[in-house]
């Protein structure tokens, strides 16, 4: 192994990801399993979710998550802007690498 990958936070940061360094504060395991939408990310400002049913996975409790930044947006495969609902926010896996990752609504404050 490489010896600047000797651990998961430095072999995370070699990995391409959609969010930056500083928005990686928040980042904490999801605590009990939830189900999550495949997403693609697109030009880097939005993350466009798979098709019906077949884009769905069980995350596991162990999972690492980070709060998605207003600045990405989520939208449907017909390109409309999905928002979470009121009381939520949506969350993104931290250990998958651009472009597909799983995003999650779950209440703003974990």
Known sequence: MNEGLSDAGSAREAMSHVLR?????????????????HAMVERRVRLR???????????????????????????GEDGEEIKP?????????????????VVCELPEEL
């Open 21 to 37: 360094k500083d928005e990686l504060h928040s980042e904490r395991e999801l605590g009990t399993r939830r189900v999550g939408v």
């Open 49 to 75: 979710t798979a098709g019906h049913g077949s884009g769905l996975s069980v995350l596991h409790a162990d999972t690492r998550i980070a709060p998605l930044p207003d600045r990405l947006k989520v939208v």
């Open 85 to 101: 609902t009121r009381g939520s926010r949506f969350w993104i896996t931290t250990e998958t690498i651009d472009p597909m990752h």
